[in-house]
């Protein structure tokens, strides 16, 4: 329980204005950079390998059911495994606040260098979390990275503003460099409703100074009859001008309600100014499918594609917005303004047929998993039957081509397929979150597919390795929170994953 917002390094919080660019303080000026494999903010002790940082919202610390913990497993030329490896909560010394039953510690992850110092930091949502006197109104943790990797000496707590109870910020969050005049990313939160950007004193640089006091929150900008409840993030150069882009996906709220559709925001030198709303959510990832420069955004409703134009089937659908040059809110023509194609498990080539509950798209993932230039993208159906076996749950990964997205090549697994160890079971979930990491710096990603359901809500992280071909089953191996120093029990191990 928070009772009031400490000293922070954070120096600003400001409003995304439909129409206004969002500026920030005078500041020496920092490298831009967008969410390519190669800046992809997962790296917390500096040794160039990418680090993976693990979401346990359903964690029991000192007997708080629910309280939640994080795990981090740090890369190396042999990858990731269960030795290198550290298990946070808000017991562990020096993070701030107490383990307490439903904080849901870890639920939202995001990473990135806030402070400027060349270290990774990890942000991890506690959006359970009561500041006094309000229920579950939810807050922020900043985990710092150094060279022995992250630590919760000196850890920061975000809240909003004005603390609203059942707001529960710290929902989504996502971490990037938005503007030139900021040495370290920016940070953005959101709640229930709203979208809140955070930043580091840019003068200081340095951990342990006062804040200022953020200014009160607005909803999210849309355009008229696109107004979102947010659920979730993701930042890419779309534009290709050096800064990174963020959008906000969620479903519509009002008349129209529970339709995916998405804000899309451009970094520019003053700030991030919104553009437009983009059908297509609640999930979304980023990453250069087709090889041109400009990142793509990948957009899923695993839903209700019918509304989509994705097909007769009701079992999710992705739709594919490729980066184009420009810096303006043109419509088709800067950004992420192409028309969407739009894919389901119906689509000539890919496995699988579409059926309602599938849930395909759940959770998205964009990398390179061959090494051949091309980001691929991962997929999640924690729903798929596999069999008689009810929402047993799948992934897919389909391959990036000079022509954008493309059915050639697509692969799909469950725990029925062979060298997957495990077996379908009810309720599993697999492929609730997916996420493509290289750790071995090898420059093809492999897959981790989390089933979050797995052993009675233990949850269960699959890794499946890359070869010269991509993502196979072939040696790949399991790990849950005991394999990691942490509690099993209901943990919901891999409920998130940072991307």
């Known amino acids: 329980m928070r009772t009031s917002r400490p000293a922070a390094v954070v120096a600003a919080s400001f409003l995304l204005l439909a129409g206004a ?26 040794d160039g390998h990418e680090d993976v940082l693990i979401g346990a919202p359903g964690g029991t610390v000192d007997g708080k059911k629910g309280a939640g913990y994080v795990t981090v497993q740090y890369g190396a030329s042999t990858g ?62 900043v985990l710092w990275g150094s060279p022995q990797g992250l630590s919760g000496a000196d850890s920061d707590w975000l809240q909003a503003g004005e603390p609203t109870a059942s707001d529960r910020f710290g929902t989504a969050l996502a971490a990037a460099h938005f503007s030139p005049d900021i040495p370290g990313d920016q940070l953005a939160v959101t709640d229930r409703s709203d979208l809140t950007l955070f930043q580091y004193d840019a003068a200081l640089l340095k951990k342990g100074t006062a804040p200022l006091a953020p200014t009160a929150r607005e909803d999210i900008p849309a355009d008229p ?17 050096g800064l990174a882009d963020l959008v906000v996906s969620g479903t519509t709220t009002g008349t129209d309600s529970g339709k995916g559709w998405s ?40 839903s209700r594609p019918d509304d989509n134009g994705g097909g007769a089937g009701d079992g999710g659908v992705i739709g594919v917005y490729y980066g184009s040059e420009g810096d303006g809110p043109v419509v088709g023509a800067d950004g992420p303004g192409t028309p969407p194609v739009w894919w389901t498990q119906d689509s000539p080539g890919i496995p699988g047929t579409s059926e309602r509950g599938d ?5 998205l993932s964009v990398a390179d998993t061959d090494g051949d230039g091309f980001a691929d993208v991962a997929v999640g159906a924690p729903g798929e039957d596999v069999g008689a076996v009810l929402d047993a749950g799948a992934v897919w990964v389909l391959r990036g081509a000079a022509g954008g997205l493309t059915a050639a090549g697509a692969a799909s697994w469950d725990q029925d397929s062979a060298d997957v160890p495990g077996v379908p079971e009810r309720g599993d979930n697999w492929g609730g979150q997916v996420r493509l990491t290289d750790p071995d710096r090898d420059g093809r990603f492999g897959l981790l597919a989390a089933a979050p359901g797995e052993d009675t809500l233990n949850g269960v992280v699959w890794v499946l390795p890359a070869a010269a071909g991509g993502v196979t089953a072939s040696g790949s191996w399991t790990f849950d929170g005991g394999s990691l120093g942490a509690p099993r029990a209901g943990a919901r191990l891999g409920a998130a994953i940072d991307e």
Request: net charge negative; proline share 5%; aromatic share 6%.
């Open 21 to 46: 660019a969002i500026t920030a303080p005078a500041a020496h000026a920092g490298t831009p950079g967008g969410t390519r494999s190669s800046d992809r903010n997962t790296d917390f002790n500096g």
């Open 80 to 141: 990731i495994g269960t030795t290198r490896s550290a298990v946070f909560s808000q017991n562990s010394a020096g993070v701030r606040g107490a383990a307490e039953a439903g904080d849901a510690f870890g639920a939202a992850l995001a990473t990135g260098d806030l402070d400027g110092d060349g270290y990774d930091d990890a942000i991890v949502g506690v959006p359970g979390e009561d500041v006094e006197p309000l229920a579950d109104a939810g807050g922020a943790v």
């Open 225 to 241: 009859g696109h107004e979102i409840a947010p659920k979730a993030l993701t930042t890419g150069d779309y534009d290709g001008n």
């Open 263 to 302: 804000a899309y925001f451009s970094g520019q030198v003053q700030g991030l100014r919104f553009e437009r709303s983009l059908r297509g959510g609640p999930s979304v990832a980023s990453g250069d499918i087709n090889n041109d420069g400009f990142d793509d955004l990948v957009t899923a409703d695993p």
């Open 359 to 363: 849930g395909w798209g759940t959770d």
